[in-house]
């Protein structure tokens, strides 16, 4: 591996492992230092490969944090790629740190005692312990840290394994750069269920075209990133990298690369589906081609491929078999909102409430992203925790905004908004008499997430009924591996948004995507509204928007059912 692909990302990830080792065999003093030096280099501007190629080691000893011991690590990790004392230290560790990932509140601290005390190495050993009733026995656990426990064992279980997508995502696309520099290789992309942009991913399926496949295979299986080699072939390989997702990586020639991005990209459902109109034009198709007897009618790339067919071209984000082939043998496909449809963002934190930014810093950064107009939606008073705003605070916010129109006059319009929390029953957590003075006012449930389902359908749909609330924020509440939705009826929520004139929003944040695929398809049957927002709580949150438009085209949405994608009159005119 050449050192270019040494990132700072890499480099924090090994230390911060290094502090949790340390910190379980109860080094003093060391393990804190590791993390913080992990948290310094993952947040450098510049990266610690190109420090120490101008200064050397003395460079890496002058970021902060860094003493002479870890300064020879880095070296080390940026002129090899690996790091001795780090595979030292991991092989000591009889502990498999990497199941305990997905347990919500389970820290280093915590491992390890349970490691001491009860002998816990693994998620199995830690389930019999807590369904024995062993964990509450001990120190600083009791009752309700061993129910959480199982309930984070149940979750993880259930969700089987599966990743964020938005969470995995900048791993994938930095491997996929890697590839994509290597000597003989044409073409990369990513294929699987993450082209298709599902909410969540098994695994990552990485297509590379090239006449030369083996020194690709050879460098893939020894990436630093690389826990466990499940496959080293001649054109296909398997890993497992170190946060414990596997990556298929398959080489193919160019004649085949249509072909083989359309059965790698599937879904499995909807490649059975084209085999079988294939095979009825008298066709057969694979993973390398379209062919007729033994002659490739198509197969280098899939427009063709669908054309040989008799079909339009499907978005990978539709390929499911859930109608599209149908609609693309009569070509009435619809047109999907685009990347680059959205005009503006309407659920936006500030440093007024939980954001990290001021209103001014934040219509910068949307400005950057490519945004015309922004609404400012801080939180509401009964969301405490959040310093949440009251009647003085948001009229002060609204003055500060008008202030801000002016200097930005021209570059960016800021709206004012609410993310307004609805009340138990229904009723709004900011009076009409203000509501009414805002833009734009987004409403949404923050509490009493176990109501009975009629009970929580009529609280939304209270809401809806309010002539200032214009949109729903996060409509079903979940978190994605998280947090389940609330019980609610969605079929009834999306009448009463059509009855109401009330917009459903997709929140585009990834562990949300709220509404989900069927859902968005249900509101564009029925001709409701949706609103595509980041709900950025900091500069760097807008580019979440891209996964919002993805979920969006994952339920069939054109540009005419996203209200942000218009611009900005047309926008506020069709709001209540
Ligand atoms: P995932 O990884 O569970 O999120 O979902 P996918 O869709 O990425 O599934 P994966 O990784 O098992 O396989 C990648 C693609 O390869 C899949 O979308 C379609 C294709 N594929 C895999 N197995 C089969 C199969 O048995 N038959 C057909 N026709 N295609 C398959
Ligand atoms: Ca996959
Ligand atoms: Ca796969
Ligand atoms: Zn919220």
């Known amino acids: 591996m050449s050192r ?68 020879e690590k880095i070296e080390e990790i940026i002129k090899t790629g690996r790091c001795k004392y780090y595979e030292d230290i991991k092989k000591k560790t009889p502990v498999r740190l990497e199941e305990f990932g997905g347990i919500e509140g389970l820290g280093p601290k915590s491992i390890k005692k349970l490691y001491q005390k009860l002998g816990i190495k693994g998620i199995a050993d830690l389930e019999k312990a807590a369904r024995a009733g062993k964990i509450s026995r001990l120190d600083g656990f009791g009752k309700k840290s061993e129910e959480n426990i199982l309930k984070g064992i149940e979750f993880v279980k259930k969700s089987g394994g599966r990743f964020v997508l938005g969470s995995v995502m900048p791993t994938i696309e930095t491997i996929e750069e890697r590839l994509r520099s290597l000597p003989g290789v044409e073409k990369t992309i990513v294929a699987g269920s993450t082209r298709r942009s599902k909410e969540t991913i098994g695994d990552a399926d990485i297509l590379v075209v090239s006449k030369k496949p ?59 589906a084209l085999r079988k109109i294939a095979i009825s034009k008298g066709y057969k198709l694979n993973e390398y081609g379209l062919f007729k007897r033994k002659k490739q009618v198509a197969g280098k790339n899939e427009e063709e491929l669908y054309k040989a067919l008799g079909m339009d071209y499907i978005e990978p984000e539709m390929r499911e078999n859930t109608g599209e082939i149908e609609l ?27 954001g990290s930014a001021s209103i001014e810093n934040m219509a910068l950064a949307a400005r950057k992203n490519g945004l015309e107009y922004i609404v400012i939606t801080d939180h509401t008073k009964r969301l405490a925790m959040t310093h949440g705003l009251d009647e003085k605070r948001i009229l002060k916010q609204m003055a500060e905004i008008d202030r801000l129109n002016k200097k930005f006059a021209g570059k960016i319009k800021i709206l004012k908004g609410s993310e307004c929390d609805i009340l138990k029953d229904g009723s709004l957590d900011l009076p009409d008499n203000i509501l009414a003075k805002l833009d734009v006012v987004g409403a949404s449930v923050h509490s009493y997430f176990n109501l009975p389902r009629a009970e929580q359908t009529a609280r939304i749909k209270r809401a809806m009924e309010n002539k200032n609330v214009d949109i729903i924020f996060h409509p079903t509440g979940r978190i994605i591996n998280r947090r389940e939705a609330y019980e609610v009826d969605m079929d009834e929520l999306i009448k009463a948004a059509k009855k109401t004139g009330t917009i459903m929003e997709i929140d585009a944040y990834p562990d949300r995507l709220d509404l989900k695929d069927d859902h968005i398809r249900k509101c564009v049957e029925m001709g409701v509204k949706m609103s595509i927002d980041s709900d950025a709580h900091s500069p760097a949150h807008f580019p979440y928007l891209e996964y919002g438009i993805a979920q969006a085209r994952r339920g069939w949405a054109e540009r005419k059912d996203i209200i942000n994608a218009w611009p900005v009159a047309k926008m506020l005119e069709f709001l209540k």
Not at 242 to 255: P, T
């Open 4 to 71: 270019d692909q040494i990132t700072n990302r890499i480099i924090a990830e090994i230390l911060s492992e290094i502090s949790i080792y340390l910190e379980m065999q109860d080094v003093p003093f060391k393990p804190r230092a590791y993390e913080k030096v992990a948290e310094i280099i993952g947040g450098l501007e510049e990266e610690a490969r190109d420090i120490y190629e101008k200064g050397g080691l003395k460079a890496l000893e002058e970021i902060p944090g860094v003493g002479v011991s870890i300064a």
């Open 214 to 272: 083996a020194p690709i295979m050879d460098y893939f299986v020894e990436m630093p990133e690389v826990a466990q080699v499940h496959a080293h072939g001649a054109t296909k390989s398997s890993i497992k990298i170190k946060s414990g997702m596997d990556i298929d990586l398959r080489v193919v020639r160019a004649n085949s690369y249509g072909a083989a991005l359309n059965y790698f990209t599937g879904s499995k459902d909807h490649n059975v």
């Open 328 to 354: 693309a043998r009569k070509h009435a496909l619809p047109v999907l909102v685009g990347y680059n449809d959205l005009r503006g963002d309407l659920q936006v934190q500030t440093e007024w409430t939980d």
